[in-house]
C-alpha cells in the first residue's frame, strides 16, 4: 500500500526550487493532501516528470540540478520520469532541425547521460523512466491518441495566452514566428495531461506554459483530465533554482544594475558540462569570475557581489545539498588544508579573508572533477553518442 508524508513531500517539492505553483503554501498543502488520499485509496502513484528539448552538451546547471531534484522526490516516494521531448526539440529547429538527428542524440547520448546524472546524486535509477515523445505518443489513452489530447488541449487556449508563452522557446513574440513555435505551448501542456503526471518540473524558464497547464486543467472533460486515483486535479509546478555561469556580471547601462550571468551551453567556457575532463574543469575554473571580499567593503556590500560569485552559488545550490564536502589542500606555510562541511563555514572563511579565491576554486574543483568521474568513465566507455554530437557542431 502507497503511504506518503506530507511533511517529506513538502520538503522535497521546496527543495532548491526557486518557485513553486501554487505559490501559496496553504493551497499547496490542500493539493497535495488531496494527492496523499486519492493515491493511498487507489494505489495510483504521485508521478513526476521533467521535460527537455534534446539541444546539445548537458552542463550541471541541467543534468545535476534537475537530478538533485529527482532524488529528493524519489526519497519522498514520487514515481519520477525524464521526458526527452523530440517533437518539441524538432518545432524549436535545435541540432541540425532534422528529427532523425535528434532522436539519435536523445537515445544515444541524452537519456544515457541524464541517468548517470541521477545516479551520482544517489538516484535510484532503476525507478526512472526514461520516456521517448516518439513512442509515447504512439500509444492511446482512454481510446484517444496523444494528437486528441493536443487538439483538446489547444481548444481551451486564446492565441493571446499562447503568443505570451512563446517565450518558453528562447523566442519573442511576434508576427515573424513561425506557426510551428506557435504548436510548442499546447504540445508541452498536452504531455502533462497524456502522460498523467501530478508534479510537473523544470527550470523558471518554463513557468508560463506550466500555468497554462494549471488553467487548462479544469476546463478539460473528464476523460482528458489529469487524475489521479477518480479526482481530477491541477499540477504542481516546481521550478529549481538555476546556477551562475562563470562570466563576469553584466552591468546594465539603462539601469545600472548588475545581471547574473546565467549558466548556458552556447557559452561553452561559462559551464562546466558533467563530462568535462579534470584538466577542462581546472582551466575553465582558473578563468573564472571569483571577487575577493575587501577589507574597506562593508558586510551588506560584499553579500551584494558575492551574489555573483559563480563558486558561492554553486557551493549554495548544488555541491553541499548533495551531501558533498569541500577539501582545501594547501601548504603548511599558506595555512595547511582546511575542510568545510557546511555552506556556513565556507561562506564565513571567504567573506572575511581567511579563504582565498584561488583557493576556493581549486577546491570546488577537485570536488566537481572526483563527483563527475563515472560519468566521464561511462563516455570514455561508450563515446558513440557523445562523438556524434560534437560530430554536428562541426
Same mark, same amino acid.
Given at each position: 500500500?502507497?503511504?506518503?508524508?506530507?511533511?517529506?513531500?513538502?520538503?522535497?517539492?521546496?527543495?532548491?526550487?526557486?518557485?513553486?505553483?501554487?505559490?501559496?503554501?496553504?493551497?499547496?498543502?490542500?493539493?497535495?493532501?488531496?494527492?496523499?488520499?486519492?493515491?493511498?485509496?487507489?494505489?495510483?502513484?504521485?508521478?513526476? +516528470?521533467?521535460?527537455?528539448?534534446?539541444?546539445?552538451?548537458?552542463?550541471?546547471?541541467?543534468?545535476?540540478?534537475?537530478?538533485?531534484?529527482?532524488?529528493?522526490?524519489?526519497?519522498?516516494?514520487?514515481?519520477?520520469?525524464?521526458?526527452?521531448?523530440?517533437?518539441?526539440?524538432?518545432?524549436?529547429?535545435?541540432?541540425?532541425?532534422?528529427?532523425?538527428?535528434?532522436?539519435?542524440?536523445?537515445?544515444?547520448?541524452?537519456?544515457?547521460?541524464?541517468?548517470?546524472?541521477?545516479?551520482?546524486?544517489?538516484?535510484?535509477?532503476?525507478?526512472?523512466?526514461?520516456?521517448?515523445?516518439?513512442?509515447?505518443?504512439?500509444?492511446?489513452?482512454?481510446?484517444?491518441?496523444?494528437?486528441? +489530447?493536443?487538439?483538446?488541449?489547444?481548444?481551451?487556449?486564446?492565441?493571446?495566452?499562447?503568443?505570451?508563452?512563446?517565450?518558453?522557446?528562447?523566442?519573442?513574440?511576434?508576427?515573424?514566428?513561425?506557426?510551428?513555435?506557435?504548436?510548442?505551448?499546447?504540445? #508541452?501542456?498536452?504531455?502533462?495531461?497524456?502522460?498523467?503526471?501530478?508534479?510537473?518540473?523544470?527550470?523558471?524558464? #518554463?513557468?508560463?506554459?506550466?500555468?497554462?497547464?494549471?488553467?487548462?486543467?479544469?476546463?478539460?472533460?473528464?476523460?482528458?483530465?489529469?487524475?489521479?486515483?477518480?479526482?481530477?486535479?491541477?499540477?504542481?509546478?516546481?521550478?529549481?533554482?538555476?546556477?551562475?555561469?562563470?562570466?563576469?556580471?553584466?552591468?546594465?547601462?539603462?539601469?545600472?544594475?548588475?545581471?547574473?550571468?546565467?549558466?548556458?551551453?552556447?557559452?561553452?567556457?561559462?559551464?562546466?558540462?558533467?563530462?568535462?575532463?579534470?584538466?577542462?574543469?581546472?582551466?575553465?575554473?582558473?578563468?573564472?569570475?571569483?571577487?575577493?571580499?575587501?577589507?574597506? #567593503?562593508?558586510?551588506?556590500?560584499?553579500?551584494?557581489? #558575492?551574489?555573483?560569485?559563480?563558486?558561492?552559488?554553486?557551493?549554495?545550490?548544488?555541491? +553541499?545539498?548533495?551531501?558533498?564536502?569541500?577539501?582545501?589542500?594547501?601548504?603548511?606555510?599558506?595555512?595547511?588544508?582546511?575542510?568545510?562541511?557546511?555552506?556556513?563555514?565556507?561562506?564565513?572563511?571567504?567573506?572575511?579573508?581567511?579563504?582565498?579565491?584561488?583557493?576556493?576554486?581549486?577546491?570546488?574543483?577537485?570536488?566537481?572533477?572526483?563527483?563527475?568521474?563515472?560519468?566521464?568513465?561511462?563516455?570514455?566507455?561508450?563515446?558513440?553518442? +557523445?562523438?556524434?554530437?560534437?560530430?554536428?557542431?562541426?
Amino acid at each position: 500500500m502507497l503511504k506518503y508524508d506530507l511533511n517529506l513531500l513538502k520538503d522535497a517539492i521546496f527543495f532548491n526550487s526557486v518557485e513553486v505553483l501554487p505559490n501559496n503554501e496553504q493551497s499547496l498543502e490542500i493539493e497535495l493532501d488531496k494527492f496523499i488520499k486519492e493515491s493511498e485509496i487507489s494505489g495510483q502513484p504521485i508521478k513526476h +516528470y521533467i521535460g527537455f528539448e534534446i539541444s546539445g552538451q548537458i552542463h550541471i546547471g541541467t543534468g545535476i540540478m534537475s537530478a538533485l531534484k529527482i532524488k529528493k522526490l524519489q526519497d519522498a516516494g514520487v514515481k519520477c520520469s525524464i521526458w526527452l521531448a523530440d517533437y518539441h526539440t524538432w518545432l524549436n529547429n535545435k541540432l541540425d532541425g532534422n528529427i532523425e538527428t535528434i532522436r539519435r542524440v536523445a537515445h544515444e547520448y541524452f537519456g544515457p547521460v541524464m541517468l548517470k546524472c541521477c545516479e551520482v546524486v544517489g538516484c535510484n535509477i532503476d525507478d526512472i523512466d526514461i520516456l521517448f515523445a516518439e513512442d509515447v505518443y504512439k500509444l492511446e489513452r482512454n481510446g484517444n491518441t496523444f494528437w486528441t +489530447y493536443d487538439l483538446m488541449v489547444a481548444k481551451n487556449l486564446t492565441l493571446s495566452r499562447v503568443l505570451k508563452s512563446v517565450s518558453i522557446t528562447g523566442k519573442a513574440a511576434g508576427s515573424d514566428v513561425d506557426f510551428g513555435t506557435l504548436r510548442y505551448a499546447p504540445l #508541452q501542456v498536452a504531455d502533462a495531461f497524456f502522460m498523467q503526471t501530478h508534479i510537473v518540473h523544470a527550470g523558471i524558464d #518554463q513557468r508560463k506554459c506550466h500555468v497554462l497547464m494549471r488553467e487548462v486543467a479544469p476546463k478539460l472533460s473528464d476523460i482528458f483530465a489529469l487524475k489521479i486515483g477518480t479526482l481530477a486535479v491541477k499540477p504542481i509546478a516546481v521550478h529549481h533554482a538555476l546556477l551562475l555561469g562563470l562570466d563576469k556580471p553584466i552591468l546594465r547601462e539603462e539601469t545600472n544594475i548588475f545581471e547574473a550571468s546565467k549558466m548556458s551551453k552556447s557559452k561553452p567556457n561559462s559551464c562546466i558540462f558533467v563530462h568535462d575532463s579534470s584538466e577542462e574543469i581546472a582551466r575553465k575554473l582558473k578563468k573564472a569570475y571569483c571577487p575577493m571580499p575587501q577589507d574597506s #567593503q562593508t558586510e551588506e556590500e560584499k553579500r551584494n557581489e #558575492q551574489e555573483f560569485n559563480p563558486f558561492l552559488d554553486w557551493s549554495r545550490k548544488m555541491i +553541499y545539498p548533495a551531501g558533498k564536502i569541500i577539501e582545501i589542500k594547501r601548504k603548511l606555510e599558506w595555512g595547511g588544508d582546511l575542510i568545510y562541511n557546511s555552506y556556513e563555514e565556507l561562506e564565513k572563511d571567504y567573506l572575511s579573508g581567511k579563504l582565498h579565491p584561488m583557493d576556493l576554486k581549486n577546491g570546488v574543483a577537485d570536488c566537481l572533477v572526483a563527483w563527475f568521474t563515472p560519468i566521464r568513465d561511462f563516455i570514455d566507455q561508450n563515446p558513440e553518442g +557523445y562523438n556524434y554530437l560534437i560530430s554536428l557542431k562541426k
